[in-house]
């Protein structure tokens, strides 16, 4: 991005053929390890796939940096609560990695109930010559043993297998819709739309409720929270969004049960601005902390807003998405468009922010430049090694060979879930089923 924003390469794309997509084949959520390494996408089949970073060899340097299948497994199996006579979808919601602490893997996935710990491991060796049983791993005659072996380790084609370790359930009324991993590393906390918890890795069968929103009377709510996330390097701290436009910042040294917040960040409106989708736009969909931990960025239906956490009145920068879509909220409002949930990342290095829109575009901002780009990821430009081209909207008028109209744009395409690589420039975008994968082309 430094070098030039509107040259991006296509480095490798994951296409499930579009023939065979299904509702199952959508992909819900995209998520980089700690490395960079292993790329986990979640869909709403309940399915993990993991893609592992190729190792550049000596007589392909190129190569390094394409992403292939690593691990394909089943996280979550659709469920029925006969209590409340509610089907519970498999979908995967989030997927959130642990730092590597030896060989294996470890990532908590979640569906709107249900939180998985997950261990990914490998296998490349199989014991052989067990006493007890024999090669098929039928148990043997004990009179006929008549001599103890010492078994030994034999080479195997490589395995990679999931297990899951722990299954964090029955703590939520609502649909989970963020987990966040501590700095501690110990806890992780998991948010629905009234409630946070707080959980130790280790205890399965308790959680420890730290905020509580829901009203005496259900009647008076009129907020739920959105999205939730612990700050990169204090333990004590997170932040949560809600659907009025509000980020509340919580420090749990103060209370065990965070009602209150230490800093509540909110935009005054503009009256000029005011309109009947006002609210249903401002609400926002996705809150992140800067690596920095100084910053954090939010995402609501039409811009994307950088906050200082010493300043809370308003934001220090606005971005506008797709401000061309305001003449169109009353139809979007009809077709449900205008509740679709966007993410928003950070680079490694907090310099340039990027979101999804609708037509499979996604935008890039840099913060320091103040230049932004449209890209489109689409089966047309997906040969490995294009170049993405810039695109741009125009709002009536006359419109140039490059352009497209507001009117021709496809709301049935949009990317809600996107990923960046914490080190380098390269950046996974899920367009509806298909995953593409692109890198900054000075790499």
Not at 76 to 102: A, C, G, M, T, V
Request: proline fraction near 4%; charge should be negative.
């Amino acid at each position: 991005m430094e070098e030039d924003v509107e040259t991006r390469k296509i480095s490798s794309s994951f296409l499930r053929d579009h023939s065979y997509a299904t509702e199952a084949d959508i992909i819900s959520t995209v998520e980089f390890n700690h490395t960079g390494e292993l790329l986990a996408t979640g869909d709403k089949g309940g399915r993990v796939v993991i893609f592992q970073r190729e190792q550049e060899s000596k007589n392909q340097p190129h190569r390094r940096g394409e992403y292939n299948v690593y691990s394909t497994f089943q996280s979550h199996e659709p469920e029925f609560d006969y209590l409340k006579s509610l089907e519970i979808e498999e979908k995967i919601n989030k997927i959130r990695w642990l730092p590597q602490q030896n060989a294996a893997y470890f990532l908590l996935s979640t569906n709107d109930k249900t939180v998985k710990l997950w261990k990914v491991s490998e296998r490349d060796k199989r014991p052989e010559g067990y006493n007890l049983k024999d090669e098929d791993g039928r148990l043997r005659d004990p009179s006929m043993i008549t001599m103890l072996r010492v078994p030994v380790l034999r080479p195997m084609d490589l395995m990679v297998e999931a297990t899951p370790r722990r299954v964090f359930a029955n703590a939520h009324t609502y649909h989970i819709n963020s987990i966040s991993v501590n700095s501690d590393y110990e806890t992780y906390m998991s948010a629905d739309d009234l409630r946070i918890n707080l959980w130790n890795f280790e205890i399965t069968n308790q959680s420890f409720n730290i905020v509580d929103i829901k009203p005496a009377n259900m009647e008076e709510l009129t907020e739920v929270i959105t999205a939730a996330e612990f700050h990169p390097h204090h333990c004590n701290t997170f932040v949560y969004s809600s659907s009025k436009g509000t980020i509340r910042l919580c420090d749990m040294r103060t209370s065990a049960l965070c009602d209150r917040h230490a800093k509540f960040f909110e935009e005054p409106e503009d009256p000029s601005n005011r309109s009947f989708f006002s609210e249903i736009i401002s609400s926002i969909s996705d809150v992140k902390f800067s690596h920095s931990g100084r910053y954090i960025m939010t995402r609501d239906y039409l811009t994307v807003k950088v906050w200082d956490l010493n300043m809370e009145n308003r934001p220090i920068e606005t971005y506008q998405v797709h401000d061309y879509l305001r003449s169109k909220l009353c139809s979007l409002y009809e077709n449900d468009c205008i509740f679709d949930k966007f993410e928003c990342v950070w680079n490694g290095s907090d310099s340039v922010i990027m979101t999804g829109s609708y037509n499979n575009f996604f935008r890039m901002f840099d913060r320091n430049t103040k230049r932004d780009v449209t890209l489109e990821a689409s089966r047309e430009n997906s040969k490995p090694r294009a170049i993405l081209k810039p695109r741009k909207v125009c709002i009536g008028g006359k419109r140039r060979k490059d352009e497209i109209s507001v009117d021709s744009l496809d709301f049935s395409k949009k990317i809600l879930h996107t990923a960046w690589h914490p080190t380098e420039n390269i950046i996974a975008v899920a367009a509806t089923n298909n995953l593409y994968i692109f890198q900054d082309k000075v790499n």
